[in-house]
């Protein structure tokens, strides 16, 4: 374990007993910092702006950006480099030679406390900072309200603004230590398919991976599940529904480091960290989990689940026991129904006979079952009880209900464990 203050002296201590000629082979220092199981590695750069083709974040602060059709081109570094941001997609390769990870021992000031209190818990300016850092066009006020950037008009200047406010958060973020020991945290986001695909080739490769944008964290198991819901599909798909187009899928990440840094102070209620862009991560696994346990049923357990009287509602405060319902699962058997077949079938509403108001369930009509031998107070203890049959945590809706099902069909989940720089 080696300071870094403590190399910096020994190399400026050697400058005074060699020739500056010979002390070109240390024109650029690296050293490695053990933090528990993690090794991290910093760049101290001292000739020109590029070590290993990696380009100091704060480079960020003078680059430039020029419209090109329906993208943006940003020129930065010496040599320069070029990011093209479109609205095509996520271009993981924009700023994937940017080096973030700058360590600074001084105290928070002022100034970086605002970035990190306007960058936690809210989107006016973080949404922007991701959109960019994936390589795609920022949204304007006009095409997203709830962003508070001063450009309104012209997307290369509203590039450069969120640039510059992106390095301030990343100034900010640099000045806090990392953990003192390797840690479980939990992140929930939706990604191409491109995206999960490239996930499973490092795994098998053994490689590494990381992604040029920052990545919140939560060491709130339950809270990170919360992105997974519909509501927060990528805008390039959400119209059309990301998963039914096969364009992203909702992902549920499991990191194991001590590169994070702690944001608690600032966002306890989502229990907040912070992963730097570009931190590397070895890929443990890559799992597709169905979060429907009703899709995973054969009949035989069909069968079992409908005669059992110990269902829970999903509110916790409920404790109401639901069930059983004997003669539904006598018909589901009769039918071999599976659990897929019969959500299937549940979901398939209404219909009429006698009037356009002569209400009629399907999936009972279907079994043979006549209404009154399944009155309303069974069919809606069955609706609370079948509200509880998904693997993902419940969440906390926006209004009416306490708690809402988190009811995307499936997800992946994705464990790492710190790489190396």
Known sequence: DFPLRGLVNILCGVTKMVPMRSFCALCIAICFVDVGANRIQFASIHAGDVVGGQVSYKKLLSAKASSAKKSIVVSFGSPVQKATLSRDGVNKDAFKNVMWQEPDSSSLTITDRYYIDKYTGRFDYSRN???????????????????????????????LEVLKWAVGFGTAINKLPVLQSTRPLWRGAWETKTQIQAYMGLLRAGGQSSVPWFQPL????????????????????????????????????????????????????ESEFMLLPNTAFKVMSVEKIINDKFSEMDNRALVAWLERGNHRPLDPADDRNLGPWPLLAKKVKEKNWSGGQFITEYNSGYFTINGPYDYHLKYLANLNINEDDFPYNLQSQLTVALRNRYKLPPVKPEKYASVAANSVPFYYKIIQEDGRF
């Open 218 to 269: 939560s060491s709130d198991q339950s809270y990170a599940p919360t992105f997974l819901q519909e509501k927060y599909e990528p805008r390039v798909c959400k119209d059309a529904g990301c998963i039914k187009t096969d364009h992203s899928f909702p992902v549920l990440y499991e990191f194991h480091t001590a590169a994070a840094k702690d944001l608690t102070e600032w966002n306890p209620k």
């Open 129 to 159: 900072v991701g959109v960019v850092l994936r390589g795609i066009v920022p949204y304007t006020t006009r095409e997203d309200p709830a962003n508070k950037y001063q450009e309104q008009d012209d997307h290369a200047k509203l590039t």
